[in-house]
């Protein structure tokens, strides 16, 4: 446990050590105030931190599973069998998996973890421990190559003194490290062009403020929160030049699901005749899908809206008002510039050019 | 003191009794929360009202100012001299501008009885009382009037089974009744018109969520809170058929400014071809500007943003992180289909439309 300064980012989970050592996660749960590292050195203390959301994100709770195995695995005597191992794997993958139920990239991490296990048991369970913290670097190191192939195919984009609009966290807080659509921000920095950031804090959860905000300014990034409803006024008025967001979900005519608010950002953008990049994983897409109108939008409880996001979680509204909170909003493909992925970047936005760049699965954290 | 169903809506301020009464102003500090009328019996408790925002709104402010004056006339023996009533109201009127420096109507209201009692004084420090409580009560009826009249323009826009979006609050809490935007809604029901609104939250300080959410409630519409970016889904998904905001200064071409987020509102409202309706009393004009880029914009600070509305002030963004927090935003009148006054209405909005429903401005609430 150990506090930093705010103008140095640690990385949102790694790895200490050998297989003795543990796993060292950056605690979400007290930021933007308190910047705190964790240490996990079992699996109840890793499922706390899944649950609790220490540490959150797709691609970064499928790296923390797979470390979770690891931490399962080396609690086996080394003169046991290799069933054993496997056997407690088969109950840590349940157990781990119960933490987040709906959660792709946990369940494929740790099935990933316990296949691996499975096929080399023949080499007996030290050797096993190490090749079981070897693939969950291996999972870590794709994930970060992920991330540095959308930076380095978006960062093009960003010209110098480019002044860009971004909205929720699609950021290295995500990740293992660099993020989806903050991860062009990231390269670009690191080729040396100068830009500015707006963030939108990004109601009702605050993620812009709470984690885009932190993680940008913590990496030295010239960065201005905003709220959501200054958006416009912040297009015209310090002329924005460059939307970028992530996405949770992509159909095949490139129709976008992401966090609330990223359709009114995109028409904004429109009207203002600024680009509007979406950057993602191509694990994003799903080619089942024709259209947005068959992504399925989650309502949540009004609460997020009446009530304080922060640890008062004071009542800011009249008791018992009506309100309506979609968790996503749907931005049609004939509003997005590009998208940018680990593959390349697709742009016009047509399913033919996505269905171009777009390969069947192959076996990635999704 | 006392506590109310949020479904009994009681007016913003009202003079109970005679000259021996007493001002009622309902606490908007509490508000949405708690319900809570407070009685206010001499300058000094008007003033911390005006001053902590107890009433609010330039309208509100300036009849509760008038009523303030009343309060200072009545301290004074009918016994005495005139000079003796005359020389307190003047300290009485610099004392309550005092509380809200900036505050035209507040100056203007105070100023407007001042001057009536020096006109009357010949009559006796009895009657002059008697005759100031009749003059605070013409303004607030004017106030009232002026409300009633933009809601009867107005109504007509409002069809049955209208969707209608509102941003911030122009409504009656910011008036001594029924408000300048919401005095649309108000009429519309009276009239027996089936509607629904939905109320933007809008941030950094929650007008709509605190006080527009409230006072519909209160008053018995269908209003559901959202927060301010899911305006553009709300649109598309719930058929948003009307967009009803009002204004803090109008320029001499229609370019209008009031609160942060209108001009994205306008701009969405555009591209689904929605109707944007500006209410506000012809005061708001301001025809010695050319267009809103005259209109200055202030900049509020950053803990609005980063810190919690609410009583608790928490923080909810990175310590010192570096924020934008302009008040207003500027929507051009290209963008407002119709501007409805307590004059009339102004469609399409062009200056000569505007030059020729405002007329010099006569000696009224400003």
């Not at 086996?76 to 290799?82: A, D, E, F, K, L």
């Not at 304080?308 to 008791?319: F, K, Q, V």
């Given at each position: 446990l150990s506090h930093l300064s705010p103008s140095s980012r640690p990385p949102t989970l790694q790895w200490i050590g050998s297989i003795d050592g543990h796993l060292q996660i950056l605690d979400q749960r007290k930021l933007p105030t308190i910047t705190e590292l964790v240490t996990i050195q079992n699996t109840e203390e890793l499922w706390n931190a899944i649950k609790t959301l220490a540490v959150r994100g797709a691609p970064a709770i499928g790296v923390a599973a797979a470390y979770g195995m690891v931490l399962a695995a080396r609690t086996?005597?080394?003169?046991?069998?290799?069933n054993i191992l496997i056997d407690v794997l088969e109950t840590t993958a349940d157990y781990l998996k119960s933490a987040r139920p709906t959660a792709v990239n946990l369940a494929w991490a740790v099935d990933r973890m316990l296949s691996v296990a499975i096929a080399q048991r023949a080499v007996g369970v030290r050797q096993l421990q190490q090749r079981l913290l070897q693939e969950a670097q291996s999972i870590q190191a794709q994930d970060t190559a992920m991330c540095l192939a959308i930076g380095r195919h978006g960062a093009p984009f960003i010209k110098p003194n480019a002044r860009i609009l971004t909205h929720c966290n699609a950021g290295a807080l995500a990740t293992s490290d660099h993020g989806t659509a903050l991860a062009t921000l990231y390269e670009a920095q690191r080729q040396g062009i100068p830009f500015q950031v707006y963030a939108d804090e990004t109601r009702p959860l605050l993620q812009g403020a709470r984690l885009t905000a932190w993680e940008l300014a913590a990496s030295n990034i010239d960065v201005t929160l905003i709220c959501d409803n200054m958006a416009g006024m912040v297009m015209r008025e310090k002329q924005i030049s460059l939307v970028i967001v992530g996405a949770d979900r992509i159909a095949a005519n490139g129709d976008t699901a992401n966090k609330i608010g990223t359709y009114s950002v995109a028409l904004l953008a429109r009207a203002h005749n600024i680009p509007f990049l979406v950057a993602a994983?191509?694990?994003?897409?799903?080619?089942?899908?024709?259209?947005?109108?068959q992504i399925p939008i989650e309502e949540r409880p009004g609460s997020e809206i009446t009530n304080?996001?922060?640890?008062?979680?004071?009542?800011?509204?009249?008791?018992g008002i009506k309100t309506y909170n979609p968790a996503f909003d749907i931005t049609p493909a004939s509003l997005i510039t590009a998208i940018v992925t680990d593959q390349g970047v697709i742009s016009p936005v047509t399913e033919p050019a996505i269905r171009a760049l777009i390969h069947p699965p192959a076996k990635q954290n999704p």
């Open positions: 086996v005597p080394p003169s046991s069998q290799s994983p191509t694990s994003t897409f799903d080619l089942t899908l024709k259209d947005g109108s304080s996001p922060g640890p008062s979680n004071e009542c800011l509204a009249p008791p």
